[in-house]
């Protein structure tokens, strides 16, 4: 009994303490990497304005799985037993949402698309089901990325996005 | 149409709340809750205990095999005998029976167990003295079987073993297996103050009613306090004694006119 229990509060230490750890920096990148990338807008709407001039489109995905720490977990266990808001894993999506938002924006960057449009979002959870195994959560983001014949604001074709990998 | 997307404030998809506040939230509050659930349970099963049929006892205690080796049962007939005319004045139900095992071990002990079976120790028996003080171990043990503590006991002590596995995901066919054994082995059962006090009170009521009189009785608990010492650990350990035992006992034989002084009988 009393081995189980420090087993489990090395767990759910080391959980807490990375888990946070990484969220805040995972946070921190977030908001850099989405100022830079906002001048790529992400458009929810199906429908392109008719006086909108678009030279190419395509697909661009963007990819995130990411891991539920053994705190969040145990968190989340408890409110199963209340209900309520599962604020533990609030975050754990944000963050996922984002990323892959990001990842989306980031291939339409790069093959120097100005925006993306019809926008769509997937979330699936990895484990699903498997009793008491750690899950990830998984999220994809897709859209269209158009090409648009009036040039846009400044700085915003092929070359202008190199730097972005390492934001000032 | 010009497109852009404006600068979200941060954190509104989230709780504001920190996540060490909510796990002290809802670990107190989901601890304090099965504290208060188990407590419930094993007082419910602790009263309800007492309404499960005496036959049904015995057929429950007959799976469960006890925890010490037992000397021929033979040699424990003059002790049934004494159970049997202490039990007469003892007003026990009528489909309850009870059983006396002698076990050789030299740790002076007895206890009552599951199906009306008390276990004996020769220990006990080399150190009464007299069949007076036997007899009040005895009719204290009997007392205990006719208020069910035995069943009693194990049920609560189950039924909170059980709670705890169950909240802790514990439960397993093995983990109840072995709940089980350690219920069947007895080493579990005791029994609260109030059950040991009311054992004693009918215990005395009975030595009184055998024998005219209580004395090698009373001072035999008196003799094992001054006594207390290693050879005790384990009649004490399942018998808490306490000064204020032996004074309620005093208390109860002046208050029944029941002489302290008379001819002793010595030991079957």
């Known amino acids: 009994m009393s081995i189980e229990l420090i087993i489990f509060l090395v767990l759910l230490v080391t959980g807490y303490l990375f888990g946070s750890w990484n969220e805040s920096r995972h946070y921190r990148s977030l908001q850099l990497r989405e100022r830079v990338l906002n001048r790529i807008p992400a458009i929810a709407s199906k429908r392109v304005p008719d006086d909108m001039q678009i030279t190419r489109s395509r697909m661009v995905t963007g990819n995130v799985v990411i891991s539920v720490d053994y705190f969040k977990q145990f968190i989340a266990g408890l409110r199963n037993l209340v209900g309520g808001r599962v604020s533990s894993y609030e975050s754990l999506i944000d963050r996922a949402r984002r990323e892959a938002v990001l990842r989306m924006k980031d291939e339409a960057r790069r093959a120097g698309a100005q925006m993306v449009f019809n926008i769509k979002m997937e979330t699936s959870s990895i484990y699903k089901g498997r009793g008491n195994q750690i899950g990830s959560v998984e999220v994809l983001a897709w859209g269209t990325a158009l090409w648009l014949d009036q040039p846009q604001t400044e700085g915003n074709d092929q070359n202008g996005g190199n730097s972005l990998r390492q934001p000032a | ?268």
């Open chain 2, 1 to 268: 149409m010009d497109y852009s997307n404006p600068d979200l404030p941060e954190g509104i998809n989230v709780s504001k709340r920190h996540p060490l506040a909510e796990l002290a939230i809802l670990l107190g509050g989901s601890l304090a809750l099965l504290l208060i659930v188990i407590l419930l349970l094993s007082l419910m099963s602790r009263t309800l205990a007492s309404w499960i049929p005496f036959p049904v006892e015995q057929r429950l205690a007959e799976q469960v095999s006890l925890p010490v080796a037992l000397a021929d049962d033979a040699d424990a007939r003059p002790y049934q005998q004494l159970a049997d005319r202490l039990a007469r004045h003892m007003d026990l139900p009528a489909d309850m029976s009870i059983t006396v095992h002698l076990s050789p071990s030299e740790v002076p002990n007895a206890f009552a167990t599951l199906g009306g079976q008390i276990i004996l120790h020769q220990g006990l028996i080399d150190r009464v003295g007299s069949e007076n003080g036997l007899a009040l171990v005895m009719a204290h043990e009997i007392a205990h079987i006719r208020e069910r503590h035995p069943i009693s006991s194990m049920s609560q002590t189950l039924v909170i073993g059980l709670g705890l596995m169950t909240v802790t995901g514990m439960a397993s066919d093995r983990m109840l297996q072995q709940l089980i054994g350690m219920v069947g082995g007895l080493t579990l059962l005791g029994y609260s103050r109030e059950q040991e006090r009311a054992a004693d009170k009918l215990a005395l009521a009975a030595v009184a009613a055998e024998y005219g009189h209580i004395a090698g009785a009373g001072s035999f608990f008196q003799k094992m306090l001054d006594e207390h010492g290693e050879q005790w650990l384990e009649f004490t350990s399942t018998h808490p004694l306490t000064q204020g035992r032996i004074e309620a006992l005093e208390q109860q034989a002046r208050e029944q006119g029941w002489p302290l002084e008379g001819e002793l009988t010595a030991l079957p």
